[in-house]
């Protein structure tokens, strides 16, 4: 059930960060050098296939120019859900 409820989660939260990439202009190439991370890790949080830590999560929001805060401003489905 965790692993069920945590993947959810993270592709949700996913696909949100990479609604934000878009809306900044910003190819995944562009985003993983602005967070010095990899193509494919930047590739991996979008698709829910990676956890990252706290530290790269501020790293992302730092190259998409938002304050941290911004990147979970929504409402999650799974919020309600779990």
């Known amino acids: 059930m965790k692993e069920e409820r ?4 993270l592709q949700e ?3 949100h960060l990479k609604d934000l990439r ?3 202009g910003l190819s995944q190439d ?6 010095d991370l990899t193509k ?3 590739s991996n ?3 829910g296939k990676k956890d990252y830590f706290f530290t790269t999560f501020l790293e992302y929001a730092k190259a998409l120019d938002v304050h941290p805060k911004e990147l979970l401003n929504r409402e ?4 309600n859900k779990y």
């Open 30 to 35: 562009e985003l993983a050098a602005r967070c």
């Open 22 to 24: 878009l809306l900044a």
């Open 45 to 47: 949080i979008e698709n």
């Open 40 to 42: 494919s890790n930047i």
């Open 13 to 15: 939260v996913g696909r």
């Open 76 to 79: 999650f489905e799974f919020i």
């Open 6 to 9: 945590d993947l959810i989660r």
